[in-house]
C-alpha cells in the first residue's frame, strides 16, 4: 500500500484503478484545469471487487474522447448490453442462488452506487437545520434503503462515497459500513472539492492577483473521474445526489425501457424504409386524418403535433428514459402545531395552492386513467419505514408533490415498438424528435410558446444511471466533449468548471445530458411504470422553500398527461 502526498492532497491507494483517479487529476492540474484535486480516498471490505482496470485508454490529441484504440471494437463489444444488462438485472432470486449461480458463465448484475454529498452537518440553508447529522440520518438510511433493495435481488453492488468535507472519522466510516449489507465494498473520497481559478465570461481572470479557489460547485463534477477509473469494472453505474433514494425498482424499470427502446431502434435500423411505425393493432391506434401538418415555429425540425408518426434509428438514439423528482406531503412543515394539516402551505387558504394548480383550467385533469389504467404507487419511491425525521411514513398516492416542471412544458406521443404512449419531457428545440405539445392549437393562449430551456421547467433529476455501452455513447457520440476526463478541449472553453458548464445541474442534473447531449427524455403514462419513474427527494424540504404556485400532485400531473393524450388523438380525425 502507498501513500502519495502533494501538498494538501494526499491520497491512500490500494487498487491500481485509484493511481489512474491521481493520474487524471494531475494531467488536468497541469493542462489548465486546475479542477481535479483530489482529497482522501479509502477503500474498505476485504471483498473489495474494483482492482482490475482495462488498460487500453488514448487520451492523446486527436482522439481524446475515445476510452478505446478502436472505438469500432468498443462499439461492438458493448452494443448488446443493455440486453445482457436486464437479463442479469431480471433474473429471479431461485435462479441467481442456485448452485453454480456465481459462476464466470452467470455472474450477477455489478452495480457501482455513487453517491455524492457536499456536507457532514446541515449547515441550516434551503429548510435545513444548523448542525443536523446529515450524513447519519438522511444520506445513509436512504442509501442503504436502495442498496439493500439491489442486493435482495442478487446483484453485486459496490458503493463510492464522493465528500465535500475533508474528513471522515474512522468511527463515522465504521457507521456506514456497518449499516450496509454483508459483502457490499464502499470506497471513500473526502475532500474532493476541486481547485480553480474564477474567471468572467470571456474566461478572462477577474483579478490579476487572483489565487486559486475551491470550487464547491465543482463537486458534482467529481463522479465522472470515478466512472472513467471504474468503466471496465461494472456492468451498470447510478451516480446521485445525496439525498436521492435510488431502489432497484428505478434501475429494471429504466433498463427495460432502455431496452425497448433500443429494440425499436435495431427494427428502423433493419427496416427497407429506414423507418419502424406504430403497429396498427396497437391499443388508440386511429387513422391519421389531417391533411395540414404544424411546422416548427423554433429551431426544431418538426412540428407540435406529432402523435404516432413513424420514426427512424437515429431520432430513437436520442430517447432517454426519464426520472422527475418527487416530495411526500408533510404535515410538519405546518405553521399551526395544533392543526398540523390544515395549515400545511400548500393546503391553506380559499384557494389552497394543491387544489388551484397552474393551467388547472387550460388543461383539467383527466382521472377516468385511474379506473382504466391503475393509479400511482407512492410506495415505489417514497414508502420508508416509519420513525425517520425527514420522510413520513406511509404515503398516500395524493401525497406525492411535483414542483420542477408543469403541463406547459410536456408533450405525449404514441411510440413505436412496445414503447407506447409516454409523455416527452422539455428539450432544446434543435434536438426535439417530435410529441404533441400540451399547448398545440394554442391551448396557453396565442401568445405562448413551446417551453425549451427553461430551468424551472426543466425537471431536473439530481443524476443519472446508465449501462457501460450507454455511458461509452455518451462519451464518443452524443455529448460534445464528452461525458468523462478530461474536460479541457474548446467544447468545454478549455476550463468545465466555468459559468457555462460549471452548474451544479449540468453535471448532475441532466443539463448536459438533456441539453447538449440532445437526449429526449420520456416517462410512460403507464402509471405502473410511471411510478417507478419517481425519485424521493428525501430532504423534503422544497415544499417549504420553494413557491407555492409551483406545485401539483403527481396524480393529478398525470391525469393532465392523459387529457393531452385525448387531445392527440382527436387531432388525428382531421
Not at 502519495?4 to 492540474?29: E, N
Not at 415555429?297 to 412540428?303: L, R, S
Not at 422539455?426 to 401568445?447: C, K, L, M, P, R
Not at 433529476?461 to 466533449?481: D, K, N, V
Amino acid at each position: 500500500m502507498t501513500m502519495i502526498m502533494m501538498k494538501r492532497i494526499f491520497l491512500l491507494v490500494a487498487p491500481m484503478a485509484v493511481a489512474t483517479s491521481l493520474f487524471l487529476a494531475v494531467h488536468h492540474h497541469f493542462n489548465g484545469e486546475k479542477a481535479a484535486a483530489l482529497g482522501e480516498i479509502y477503500i474498505y471490505t476485504s471483498d473489495w471487487r474494483g482492482r482490475h482496470r482495462h488498460g487500453g485508454g488514448n487520451t492523446n490529441t486527436n482522439e481524446r474522447r475515445r476510452l478505446f484504440e478502436s472505438s469500432t471494437a468498443s462499439h461492438q463489444q458493448h452494443q448488446h448490453d443493455i440486453e445482457h444488462a436486464l437479463s442479469l438485472a431480471s433474473r429471479s432470486i431461485a435462479d441467481i442462488f442456485t448452485e453454480g449461480g456465481h459462476d464466470d458463465d452467470l455472474p450477477p448484475l455489478r452495480v457501482l452506487f455513487i453517491v455524492t454529498t457536499l456536507t457532514e452537518y446541515d449547515k441550516g440553508t434551503r429548510g435545513t437545520t444548523v448542525g443536523a447529522d446529515r450524513l447519519k440520518d438522511l444520506v445513509l438510511p436512504i442509501l442503504v434503503d436502495g442498496v439493500t433493495s439491489m442486493v435482495q435481488r442478487g446483484w453485486h453492488v459496490d458503493v463510492y462515497l464522493i465528500c465535500g468535507f475533508e474528513t471522515l472519522a474512522e468511527a463515522r466510516r465504521q457507521m456506514i459500513l456497518d449499516a450496509l449489507p454483508h459483502g457490499v465494498g464502499l470506497e471513500v473520497w473526502t475532500d474532493a472539492i476541486p481547485f480553480y481559478y474564477a474567471k468572467k465570461f470571456n474566461q478572462q481572470l477577474k483579478r490579476p492577483d487572483q489565487s486559486i479557489e475551491l470550487a464547491s460547485h465543482g463537486l458534482s463534477r467529481q463522479h465522472r473521474f470515478v466512472v472513467r477509473d471504474k468503466i471496465m469494472d461494472y456492468d451498470f453505474f447510478v451516480a446521485f445526489e445525496d439525498d436521492m433514494r435510488i431502489t432497484a425498482d428505478h434501475v429494471l424499470n429504466f433498463l427495460e425501457m432502455s431496452a425497448e427502446i433500443d429494440r425499436a431502434r435495431r427494427d428502423a435500423d433493419q427496416s427497407s424504409d429506414g423507418f419502424i411505425h406504430v403497429d396498427k393493432e396497437d391499443e388508440d391506434v386511429i387513422e391519421d386524418l389531417r391533411s395540414v401538418r404544424g411546422r416548427s415555429t423554433d429551431g426544431a425540425k418538426v412540428g407540435n403535433d406529432v402523435v404516432q408518426d413513424p420514426m427512424t434509428a437515429d431520432e430513437l438514439r436520442k430517447l432517454w428514459p426519464g426520472f422527475v423528482r418527487v416530495e411526500v406531503l408533510d404535515a410538519q412543515f405546518a405553521n399551526d402545531k395544533e392543526d398540523e394539516k390544515s395549515s400545511h402551505q400548500l393546503l391553506v387558504g380559499e384557494q389552497p395552492p394543491l387544489d388551484n394548480y397552474k393551467w388547472m383550467n387550460d388543461v383539467p385533469a383527466s382521472m377516468e386513467y385511474e379506473q382504466q389504467y391503475g393509479t400511482i404507487d407512492p410506495n415505489i419511491c417514497c414508502g420508508v419505514p416509519p420513525g425517520r425525521a425527514r420522510t413520513p411514513s406511509n404515503p398516500k398516492k395524493d401525497d406525492l408533490l411535483l414542483w420542477e416542471t408543469d403541463i406547459s412544458a410536456m408533450g405525449v406521443r404514441h411510440y413505436p415498438g412496445n414503447i407506447g404512449w409516454a409523455a416527452a419531457m422539455t428539450v432544446q428545440d434543435i434536438a426535439d424528435v417530435g410529441s404533441y405539445w400540451s399547448g398545440e392549437g394554442h391551448g396557453f393562449g396565442v401568445n405562448m410558446t413551446r417551453p425549451r430551456r427553461v430551468d424551472s421547467l426543466l425537471g431536473q433529476q439530481a443524476g443519472w444511471m446508465a449501462t457501460r455501452s450507454q455511458i461509452l455513447y455518451f462519451h464518443e457520440y452524443a455529448c460534445p466533449g464528452g461525458f468523462l476526463p478530461p474536460f479541457d478541449g474548446k467544447d468545454w472553453v478549455y476550463d468545465s468548471l466555468q459559468t457555462r458548464n460549471g452548474a451544479v445541474e449540468f453535471w448532475s442534473g441532466g443539463y448536459q445530458l438533456f441539453g447538449t447531449c440532445s437526449f429526449n427524455r420520456i416517462l410512460s403514462l403507464d402509471p405502473n411504470r410511471f411510478s417507478r419513474q419517481l425519485l424521493y427527494h428525501a430532504s423534503n424540504n422544497k415544499q417549504r422553500t420553494a413557491k407555492t404556485g409551483k406545485f401539483v400532485r403527481f396524480s393529478t400531473f398525470l391525469g393532465q398527461l392523459y387529457t393531452v393524450k385525448e387531445r392527440a388523438l382527436r387531432s388525428l380525425s382531421g
